[in-house]
């Protein structure tokens, strides 16, 4: 076990550096840099300042010199320094974080457990018309584009019917005291949060109740019952257990987006985080930052691959013997 | 129709005109037709049948496990000890279930939870029906282990389903179906799955718990190699009807039902010295019926080398006397003859 863990550990730390060194790589092959859009913005160019400012950041020297230092740097825990904000990327970084891993993982945790209870309730019920809803609910949720459902509940929800606000991570002015400034955040998040775990939500629903029919219809499943145990026990301990090992598939793989993975959201609430630090960092060449958060991305997709395998280790002592 | 099977003081168990029905294609078929038999005290009973006769489904109904729908019990009873399981209440039969009735299962690499240990597996089946704490329950279950000669119990009760073995798995069910002390034990296809030589174990393992516990064990089975190392008495099925029934010596010496003829012509005799010639093995011609389109009357008539006019309509049971009886119209002409003689 302890071993496997540590062998998991190598191999994700080798393929982040190979992700590091590959977006560098990438980055560089693209056309215009950051000096391109400084002069722009300026209001037009002299070629010999724009060299003067490239020869002070030192991007005037060869690449594998410059990717030397960036993984120099890396290992230091420096991600570099936007030209564009004035500010270095581990702080815009961690900045814009709270925003973005209150929103994903918030929706994630709502869309597994309201998910998995909707499939274990239809796949326990396969002749009822509830069974048909969830799937058709489902069908339409994974249909619906996310900007158009965050649209449409914004219009209702703020317009129509005020109850929650459009827009923003808190109030202006934010709240003195610690508790409504905590209850003002989470007011903010209900629409965001909704909106992004509908998408989610559909998925789980439809995997956690083709699961569960499957495991159901199990021996051990007609072992449990013939013990005497109550259908509750039965779904929920013989059952949840076997059918959840999908689930943590799929949930370990959008864990890996959590860090990333709400652009749209995040863009059409006006919500300071990672998705629009990502989107400005790419319409300015503001290349440090996009490194930065391709980087936070990869170590999060990792970590998720990792944990996975810990979950998947823990449910099913199949996989344990294995390594 | 009156049921034929006669009551003792020993009876624990005796199932009446039990029906079931499934519901296929929006049809009534009726799956289950009038079985009754019943169970004496540390006996056991071989319902022996081929595949989809009926053998399987006549074991959940007595626990009342039938998938429903499209499943029900249409008509009958199930008196264990006095009270119609037919008709007790969802929580009643859930404290029968495991409690007073047991099963174990064909398939045993499949009939354990794979992510469970197994002793929890045991543990729960205790606790569900006695009040005793968890340490308590471990060491009973510990203990079952070593009463179903499981080696080592100590360290296998924390093993999972995976690292035992078939014949090991086996025993872990029967393990479980023991916890409660269960008064009827019921074995469907307990050894299908196994080999020849784990299979011997496993009856002998049966024979043993029937005589320290006295448990009444009913075993279904496809196989009367099986049933004559067990039972007391053999109930023959054929399409959902009981055609047969009778002592195990009666069935084997002078079964009367053409189809319990065919079945024991169709058992291979091992002979020491096979000599030159090998005699063909007899087969009963023809297939087992789709339930859905029965033939009027006998449902064995169309593979029957016996066949009459009178066949078109369904026999009744023939009460041969000493619990005997047989559903065929042959044997009630026998019997008329050997009147009129």
Redesign the interface.
């Known amino acids: 076990m302890a071993t496997a863990l540590f062998q998991r550990i190598i191999y994700g730390m080798v393929l982040i550096l190979a992700v590091i060194v590959l977006n560098f790589l990438l980055i560089q092959a693209a056309p215009g840099d950051v000096v391109d859009v400084l002069v722009t913005e300026a209001g037009g160019g002299d070629p010999e300042i724009a060299a003067q400012i490239r020869a002070s950041y030192g991007l005037d020297q060869p690449v594998y010199v410059q990717l030397a230092k960036y993984l120099g740097n890396m290992l230091t825990g420096d991600l570099g320094y936007s030209y564009y904000r004035d500010e270095s990327v581990l702080e815009l970084l961690l900045s814009h974080l709270p925003s973005t891993l209150i929103l994903t993982l918030s929706a994630l945790l709502f869309a597994i457990f309201i998910g998995t209870m909707l499939g274990i309730y239809a796949a326990t019920r396969p002749q009822g018309v509830t069974n048909h809803m969830v799937t058709i609910f489902s069908l339409l949720g994974y249909a619906t584009p996310v900007f158009w459902m965050g649209m449409m509940l914004m219009l209702v929800f703020s317009l129509y019917i005020p109850i929650f606000p459009s827009f923003g991570f808190r109030s202006i002015p934010a709240p003195e005291t610690m508790l409504p400034r905590i209850l003002d955040i989470l007011h903010h998040l209900v629409l965001p949060t909704f909106t992004l775990s509908i998408l989610f939500l559909a998925g789980y629903s439809r995997l956690s109740r083709a699961s569960m029919l499957d495991v159901l219809g199990a021996d051990y499943i007609r072992t449990a019952r013939s013990k005497g145990l109550s259908e509750f026990v039965v779904i929920f301990k013989h059952a949840l257990k076997n059918a959840s090992l999908p689930v943590v598939t799929i949930a370990g793989l959008q864990l890996g987006q959590i860090f990333s993975g709400a652009v749209i959201v995040e863009t059409l609430f006006s919500l300071p985080g990672i998705g629009p630090l990502l989107y400005d960092s790419i319409t300015n060449h503001d290349y440090p930052v996009m490194m930065g958060v391709l980087f936070g991305t990869a170590v999060t997709v990792v970590v998720a691959n990792i944990l996975t395998d810990l979950v998947y280790r823990l449910l099913d002592p199949r996989i344990r013997g294995i390594s | 129709m009156k049921n034929p099977t006669l009551k003792s003081e020993n009876t624990v168990l005796s199932v009446e005109n039990l029906c079931v029905d499934f519901e296929i294609k929006g049809k009534q078929v009726q799956i289950l037709s009038d079985i009754s038999f019943s169970l004496e005290r540390g006996k056991t009973l071989g319902i022996i049948g081929e595949s989809g006769c009926g053998k399987s489904m006549t074991a959940l109904a007595l626990?009342r496990?039938i998938p429903s729908?499209p499943g029900r019990i249409s008509a009958g009873r199930v008196v264990l000890k006095g009270e119609d399981l037919a008709q007790a209440s969802e929580k009643r039969i859930?404290?029968?279930?495991?409690?007073e009735i047991?099963?174990i299962?064909q398939?045993p690499m499949?009939?354990?939870?794979?992510?469970?240990?197994i002793g929890n597996q045991i543990v729960?089946?205790i606790r569900?029906?006695k009040d005793i704490g968890k340490s308590e329950a471990w060491k009973e279950a510990t203990d079952l282990l070593d009463i179903v000669h499981i080696p080592a119990p100590n360290r296998r009760v924390h093993e999972?389903p995976?690292q035992l073995s078939g014949g090991m798995r086996q025993r872990v069910?029967i393990a479980?179906a023991l916890?409660c002390e269960p008064t009827v034990l019921i074995a469907d296809e307990p050894t299908t799955a196994l080999d020849v030589t784990v299979q011997a174990q496993i009856f002998d393992l049966l024979n043993e718990i029937q005589k320290d516990r006295g448990t009444c064990i009913i075993l279904i089975t496809h196989d009367f190699g099986a049933v004559a190392e067990m039972a007391d008495r053999v109930l023959v099925m054929y399409a959902g009807h009981k055609i047969e029934e009778g002592t195990l010596d009666e069935i084997i010496d002078s079964a009367r039902h053409p189809y319990t003829q065919g079945l024991l012509r169709s058992m291979p005799e091992i002979k020491v010295d096979p000599g030159d010639i090998r005699e063909s093995l007899a087969e009963i011609p023809g297939v087992v019926p789709d339930l859905l389109h029965l033939p009027e009357g006998c449902p064995f008539a169309p593979r029957c080398s016996f066949v009459m006019a009178q066949c078109q309509d369904l026999p009744h049971y023939m009460d041969l006397g000493d619990n005997r009886s047989v559903k065929c119209w042959l044997a009630q002409e026998d019997s008329r003859t050997k009147e009129q003689a």
């Open positions: 626990m496990m729908p859930r404290d029968i279930r495991g409690g047991s099963m299962f398939e499949t009939s354990l939870n794979p992510v469970f240990t729960e089946a569900r029906h999972y995976h069910m479980i916890a």
